[in-house]
Nanobody
Framework: VQLQASGGGLVQAGGSLRLSCAASGRALTTYVMGWFRQAPGKERECVSA????????YYVDSVKGRFTISRDNAKNTLYLQMNSLKFEDTAIYYCAADRNLGNVRTTSDDYDYWGQGTEVTVSS
């Protein structure tokens, strides 16, 4: 499985970005998919994750109400709509896939496949 993240960039605080993660190699319809981010000097954290059917989602508290995760299984693509961006959202964002068929997990060690990362910079 190969994951390709895109959509990052430079945006002013209050602005929006939409990240995409295109998967190839095999269908991800049964995988849990997640977005992680890592800011300089900080540990990687799970920002959001979604179960294969979209029935279960997770958001870290700091992004609730601002970010929306979605997936298009037909296109084998994961999205993260980020609105009302804040300076503290600045980080490299990674998409990841977890072969687990159960609940959404938020620990990076649980994820099996990773994209290369896309950089998000929010200017204050």
């Amino acid at each position: 499985v190969q994951l390709q993240a895109s959509g990052g960039g430079l945006v002013q605080a209050g602005g929006s970005l939409r990240l995409s993660c295109a998967a190839s190699g095999r269908a991800l319809t049964t995988y849990v998919m997640g977005w992680f981010r890592q800011a300089p000097g900080k540990e990687r954290e799970c920002v959001s994750a979604i179960r294969w059917g979209g029935t279960s989602t997770y958001y870290v508290d700091s992004v609730k109400g601002r970010f929306t995760i979605s997936r298009d299984n037909a296109k084998n693509t994961l999205y993260l709509q980020m609105n009302s961006l804040k300076f503290e959202d600045t980080a490299i964002y990674y998409c990841a896939a977890d072969r687990n068929l159960g609940n959404v997990r938020t620990t990076s060690d649980d994820y099996d496949y990773w994209g290369q990362g896309t950089e998000v910079t929010v200017s204050s």
